[in-house]
């Protein structure tokens, strides 16, 4: 059964660090790796949607990376800023041989505040 | 484009009534998945359609159902609601199938419903 885990669960920065969230899972048979950010009780934004076999993505001042044999994704986002402050969600869908299953399993998500 | 559309927003039904939730996919995707999202239990997944199939389903108890229509838009039904079906109820839909892009999942606003 997939597994995964978000470090850390809450986050404080002041605006302009740079931070990183951390996402690990338990199967590396992932199709692919998606990160989003919710806003309070909002639906979900995608972020960035990392196939199986890349390394890294990049959307402006955010980038994703994934290391599927360690079972480990990151998401660096630079220059933060208090517009950020959301929870960011990790979420892996499982596959194989180049085949996706629908379901994704999510992260319990890292709650980032960005203070002025 | 208009994104996934979820009605309605807000819900409050009593214990052992019965519920239907509608979503209606961005246009041209395929796929649509629901979700539970409560504070302990995070996001699951309930199920996912593709082209009015059911192609996944999560560990839910048999009150709760699916269903897709040939124009993709999808309903849930949950029957004999307890207290702990309180939750954000989100839709998600994807293009479904082909490249692994499409496989990028776009969720709706959800559906807030409280059961008293």
């Known amino acids: 059964k997939q597994e995964v885990t978000q470090i850390p669960a809450a986050l404080s920065v002041p605006e302009g660090e740079n931070l990183v969230l951390n996402c690990s899972f338990t199967?590396?048979?992932?199709?692919?790796l998606q990160w989003f950010r919710q806003d309070p009780g909002k639906g979900l934004t995608s972020l960035l949607l990392?196939?199986?076999?890349?390394r890294e993505q990049t959307s402006g001042r955010l980038n994703a990376s994934l290391d599927k044999s360690s079972g480990r994704s990151t998401l660096y986002i630079a220059a933060s800023q208090p517009g950020d402050s959301a929870t960011y969600l990790c979420?892996?869908?499982?596959?194989?041989?180049?085949?996706?299953?629908?379901?994704?399993?999510f992260g319990q998500g890292t709650i980032l505040t960005v203070h002025p | 484009k208009a994104g996934v559309t979820q009605t309605p927003r807000y819900l409050i039904k009593t214990r052992g009534q019965q519920v239907t939730l509608s979503c209606s996919p961005i246009?041209?995707?395929?796929?649509v998945s629901w979700y539970q999202q409560t504070p302990g239990q995070g996001l699951q997944f309930l199920f996912e359609?593709?082209?009015?199939?059911?192609?996944n389903k999560g560990n839910f108890p048999g009150r709760f159902s699916g269903r897709q229509f040939s124009n993709s838009r999808s309903e849930m039904n949950v029957s004999t609601l307890e207290l702990g079906d309180s939750a954000l109820y989100l839709c998600?839909?994807?293009?479904?199938?082909?490249?692994?892009?499409?496989?990028?999942?776009?969720f709706g606003q959800g559906t807030r419903l409280t059961v008293v």
């Open positions: 359609y593709f082209s009015e199939t059911q192609r």
């Open positions: 979420a892996v869908r499982r596959g194989a041989g180049g085949t996706s299953y629908g379901k994704l399993t």
């Open positions: 998600a839909s994807s293009l479904g199938q082909g490249a692994f892009m499409n496989t990028e999942a776009f």
């Open positions: 246009s041209g995707h395929r796929s």
């Open positions: 990392i196939q199986s076999s890349q």
């Open positions: 199967d590396s048979a992932i199709y692919n």
